[in-house]
């Protein structure tokens, strides 16, 4: 026997993955784990005996619920999943799923559809953080055919608005961590933000890096990887966060001065593999870096309020709309806003062994 569970499989920004009723999952969050575990398949490397896609941006799951707070309509739980390792942290978020989340919870009747398009205010149960979504919704459906086209996705699709706000300290309580600009960890110049994600930034150059090496080049070097492992696990006991050596966060980014006509050029780790492209929360944490004078981005701050920030990645390039003000005592962050797409794949039922969650 097995315990069938509702879901839909969406492509949301560059990542993708099962979106899910809250409700028809268990509420005790270790059952919940291994409930997800099952589902994706972690503990083998191609997610074989699941429908996880052999990578961290194809590991992630969505689960909505209508809101009880005053201003959401919808709850937003984000869970990642690792791989191959059979653990799941449930202390991010993550921006590119969020792009469905809207029309997720459009297409399983948690909000209804208005004609032309809908407007879902989202809070982000993992981090606080509030997201107004605007989905395209002609004749009161979802659609997802038209010609935004975001890098890392091939073609085009109907654009999905999304802009953040109260982004600022979601995991740590501060924009700015451990009270500075820069900390010098391993000999490493590093500034330690969080806003929508907790990050620690560094220059490429500072490892011998170019910052314009793809993905794949970098997955390759070990000697690199092991250094930022040890940065980012004395980074996250510095930011407060304790042994973050099982948790995704802090993620980690380098950056370097742009070759594509871009703001900056970056890339960006989840947090043992590089990112495709890049985490739309991991953007913000980024941009909001280039817009603080005097941390280790050291770029040119755009003039004209909001910002328009272009982050350069291995797959192209993500422009983030950053309202924000600059006084004697720092800057503040007032919203984020990005453009992605999402697209439905599948409807129906995913299935777990009843050995794992009997669905009682």
């Not at 509420?27 to 996880?52: C, F, K, Q, Y």
């Not at 699709?157 to 010098?184: C, I, K, R, Y």
């Not at 941390?295 to 309020?305: E, L």
């Not at 350069?312 to 962050?333: N, R, S, W």
Request: proline share 6%; hydrophobic share 45%.
């Amino acid at each position: 026997m097995q315990t069938a569970i509702p879901f839909l499989f969406m492509r949301g920004g560059t990542s993708r993955g099962p979106y899910l009723n809250r409700a028809d999952l268990p509420e005790d969050l270790d059952t919940l784990a291994r409930v997800l575990i099952a589902m994706v398949g972690s503990g083998h490397p191609l997610n074989i005996d699941g429908i996880g896609g052999g990578a961290a941006v194809t590991t992630k799951v969505a689960m909505l619920s209508q809101s009880d707070d005053d201003w959401a309509d919808i709850d937003y739980f984000f869970a990642q999943v690792s791989v191959e390792d059979g653990l799941v942290d449930f202390k991010p978020t993550c921006g590119n799923i969020l792009s469905g989340v809207g029309p997720a919870a459009i297409e399983m009747g948690l909000i209804p559809a208005q004609d032309g398009e809908t407007t879902v205010n989202i809070r982000a149960v993992n981090t606080g953080a509030k997201v107004k979504a605007i989905v395209q919704t002609p004749d009161k459906a979802v659609n997802y055919e038209g010609s935004a086209q975001i890098d890392g996705v091939p073609g085009t699709a109907a654009p999905v608005a999304l802009q953040f706000m109260e982004t600022v300290g979601g995991a740590t309580g501060a924009l700015l961590p451990t009270g500075n600009l820069v900390d010098t960890i391993d000999g490493i110049d590093v500034t330690c933000m969080d806003v929508a994600m907790p990050m620690v930034i560094a220059q490429a150059s500072s490892f011998g890096l170019t910052g314009y090496e793809s993905a794949e080049a970098l997955n390759d070097n070990a000697t690199f990887f092991a250094r930022m492992e040890a940065i980012r696990l004395k980074a996250g006991a510095l930011m407060g966060m304790g042994d973050v050596s099982s948790s995704v966060t802090p993620k980690f980014g380098i950056v370097a001065p742009p070759r594509d006509g871009g703001t900056i050029s970056t890339r960006y780790f989840m947090p043992w593999q590089t990112h495709p492209s890049t985490a739309v929360t991991g953007a913000q944490c980024l941009a909001s870096c280039v817009l603080t004078p005097g941390t280790v981005a050291n770029a040119p701050i755009p003039n004209g309020r909001p910002a328009g920030i272009v982050l350069e990645h291995p797959a192209g390039q993500i422009d983030v709309m950053v309202d924000y003000d600059l006084t004697d005592d720092g800057i503040t962050i007032n919203s984020a806003g990005l453009v992605r797409t999402a697209r439905k794949l599948a409807a129906g039922q995913v299935f777990v062994p009843s050995a794992v969650w009997d669905g009682n």
